[in-house]
């Protein structure tokens, strides 16, 4: 099984700066990484798939890179709707998700 | 718009089976791949299976021996169904469509609003 660490575990940033948010996989999955954002009490939200294509209706400060096993997500300034927890999950063996990075207001 | 919504009992006892039906409004079951995802209480996602509408089936290999999942086109509907449970399977259960039409990507556009399952006596 493809083991995805995300980090850090909780990112604390101020309102209109850059949080930037990493995903690592255990063995190169090549493109086949998506992001996901959930708040409290909803289902996840596809923000990005294909390691950088955001999905419909995402906002452009959303932004993501890699291939292979090191990828990042960038949320260029932060909003107070962006306060959540962000998932990565692989899809290019089987499928699973990293734990997750909760970004909470600094 | 697309929307799922899921809907079963939420307290099962150990030992017996989980069911849960997810249900497909604003759109047809046809041609998409749907998934079952859970998530225990403060923990991740995972995977539990996945459907074409055509009945073709997918499965966790850790949780294959105990999960059905199924598909009823007319009622544009999929459901789960989890034997023997324990208290490790008390999650909340998402169903979600998968983004692409007609091939299996594995990234989930579309998911329902979950349900909270509980397993205990």
């Known amino acids: 099984e493809i083991v995805m660490t995300q980090s850090p575990a909780t990112l604390s940033v101020s309102p209109g700066e850059r949080a930037t948010l990493s995903c690592r996989a255990s063995q190169s999955v090549r493109s086949n990484l998506a992001w996901y954002q959930q708040k409290p009490g909803q289902a996840p939200r596809l923000l990005i798939y294909g390691a950088y294509t955001r999905a419909t209706g995402v906002p452009a400060r959303f932004s993501a890179s890699g291939s292979g096993t090191d990828f990042t997500l960038t949320i260029s300034s932060l909003q107070s709707e962006d306060f959540a927890v962000y998932h990565c999950q692989q899809y290019d063996i089987w499928l699973t998700f990293g734990g997750g990075t909760k970004v909470e207001i600094k | 718009q697309v929307q799922l919504q899921e809907s079963g009992p939420r307290l099962v006892r150990p030992s017996e089976t989980l069911s849960l039906t997810c249900t497909v409004s604003?759109?047809?079951?046809?041609?998409?791949?749907w998934s079952w995802i859970r998530q225990p209480p403060g923990k991740g996602l995972e995977l539990i299976g996945y459907i074409y509408y055509s009945g073709t089936t997918y499965y966790s290999p850790s949780l294959k021996s105990r999960v059905t999942i199924s598909v009823d086109t007319s009622r544009n509907q999929l459901s789960l169904k989890l034997s023997s449970v324990t208290a490790a399977d008390t999650a909340v259960y998402y169903c979600?469509?998968?983004?692409?039409?007609?091939?299996?990507?594995?990234?989930?556009?579309?998911w329902g609003q979950g349900a909270m399952v509980t397993v205990s006596s």
């Open positions: 604003g759109g047809s079951i046809s041609r998409y791949y």
């Open positions: 979600a469509r998968d983004s692409d039409s007609g091939s299996y990507v594995g990234a989930f556009d579309v």
